[in-house]
């Protein structure tokens, strides 16, 4: 069908499912198309999904298990994660070569670059009108925007998120105009300034159509500049303006479940930002859902929590009918006892088994809207599966920490790091010391209570609460 030709990237829309862009009207609806680098190289079938980078790298997997052992074809990357010093000191700005380079990222998957992760943390500060609260390694900090573009002139990412102006409340009458005015104008100041020709996706605010009415004129006055659309909010593909309608939309809007995935495929987005594929393995949990999947008595549980010791003899595959690396190696068994171990393999293991259950949920989707069965499949799937993934029970891939007191031996506990951090501006740290004086803390390590008071680390993860204390 539509095919179009930006900078960089080829977008061919090919077919539309129920409500989709063939039927006039919305913008919105199911639809299948390929996206690919200009230059040959990389080039995958939408829907399909972003793997979130830590520092990075796909959490659990080396830059060789990413390109052999998955389907993974585009990552995200945010800037934020690598600015812990101050300007003139920050490797990645004064960096020879390209992003690629700079993460020893295999040359098979899209690098997507943004200044902030997503979901972002909530920072401390406002973002003003040069510059974005940014959270980095060693706290809050503020990403001069001037900083961002000469970054995407540099290190040429193969995608580059101009930089959204996004408040960390919901904001007020005065503040939606003012964010709407600053993301144009840094989109503008991106695309003058886009030398190295890195092919540029917009923002498109979590606001009314009505409200960034303005904002997406000059979208469609520019179009010729821009090769994509950021969604911070997903359900907006259902209302964009039709000339907007051949760029490939990358949504940024949390989808938490498969269920969520399927809302907003049927909304019309093309790839979708995933934060659960990691969240699962984290918590050593398998997944084990396909799509449309089988109606039954019972609804099917969309993961198998390998803490669980029902699998403690168990020779099946992660996933039954799983062709992963994982799944034809190992068994169900053996991953519980590495997990029980606190041996990295597990992890490895089950994100190279989820990411392939991932791919495969994808690839049945795309099959399903050119057959014209997403609609009633996305009945079936909502009919067989249970709603949420299990409650997560077991420990992260996290170190042990021994303890002072005698009493409390062997105190594991799981410290919470870098993607699996979120935190908020002003919030006392989380982590216990890993160390403490011989002298005084000693006293007070002894005199801790038989119970420590353990930080429920699940809960950290999911509701938000700091650690990193700025500094
Ligand atoms: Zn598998």
Redesign the pocket.
């Given at each position: 069908m539509a095919v179009a030709t930006r900078p960089g990237i080829v977008f061919d829309l090919q077919a539309a499912g129920a409500g989709g862009v063939a039927g006039g009207g919305s913008s919105g609806g199911a639809r299948v198309g390929r996206l690919a680098a200009a230059g040959g190289g990389v080039s995958f079938d939408t829907p399909s999904f972003v793997a979130q980078t830590s520092r990075g790298a796909v959490p659990h997997l080396s830059g060789d298990n990413l390109r052999d052992h998955t389907d993974v074809r585009v990552v995200y990357v945010a800037l934020e994660d690598f600015v812990e010093k101050s300007h003139p000191n920050v490797p990645v700005y004064n960096y020879p070569s390209t992003l690629r380079n700079f993460i020893s990222h295999p040359p098979n998957s899209l690098l997507v670059l943004a200044p902030r992760r997503s979901p972002p943390v909530t920072t401390a500060t406002p973002n003003t009108d040069a510059s974005i609260a940014i959270l980095t390694s060693v706290g809050f900090r503020a990403l001069k925007v001037e900083d961002y573009f000469n970054a995407v002139s540099n290190l040429r990412p193969d995608i580059a998120i101009s930089p959204p102006d996004i408040p960390h409340q919901e904001p007020g009458k005065i503040r939606r105009p003012k964010m709407v005015f600053r993301t144009e104008l840094w989109l503008g100041e991106l695309i003058n300034r886009n030398t190295s020709n890195t092919p540029i996706f917009a923002p498109v605010l979590p606001l009314d159509i009505e409200q960034q009415s303005y904002y997406l004129n000059y979208l469609k006055e520019h179009i010729s500049s821009l090769s994509g659309l950021a969604l911070y909010d997903a359900r907006l593909a259902v209302d964009l303006p039709h000339d907007l309608e051949g760029l490939p939309r990358l949504s940024l809007d949390e989808a938490l479940t498969p269920h969520k995935v399927l809302q907003q495929v049927s909304w019309g987005v093309d790839v979708l930002n995933l934060s659960f594929l990691t969240q699962m393995t984290d918590a050593g949990i398998?997944l084990i859902f396909q799509f449309p999947g089988e109606v039954g008595g019972k609804k099917e549980a969309l993961g198998a929590d390998l803490w669980n010791k029902e699998y403690g003899a168990s020779l099946e595959?992660?996933?039954v009918g799983?062709?992963?690396?994982?799944?034809r190696k190992h068994h169900r068994a053996y991953v519980q006892h590495l997990l029980t171990a606190k041996e990295m393999t597990a992890w490895v293991l089950l994100q190279?088994?989820n990411a392939?259950?991932v791919s495969d949920f994808f690839t049945t989707i795309r099959e399903s809207i050119a057959r014209g069965t997403f609609e009633e499949d996305c009945k079936i799937f909502a009919e067989a599966y249970a709603k949420e993934f299990p409650e997560k029970t077991g420990h992260g891939p996290r170190c042990r920490l021994p303890s002072l007191n005698p009493r409390n031996a062997p105190l594991i506990r799981n410290r919470l790091r870098g993607y699996q951090f979120k935190s908020e501006g002003g919030a006392v740290k989380k982590n216990v010391k890993a160390f403490n004086k011989l002298g005084g803390d000693k006293k007070e390590a002894l005199e801790e209570p038989e119970t420590p008071p353990d930080i429920d680390t699940e809960e950290l993860v999911q509701g938000g609460l700091a650690e990193i204390s700025s500094g």
């Open positions: 398998s595959p992660l996933a799983c062709k992963c690396y994982s799944c190279i088994h392939k259950i």
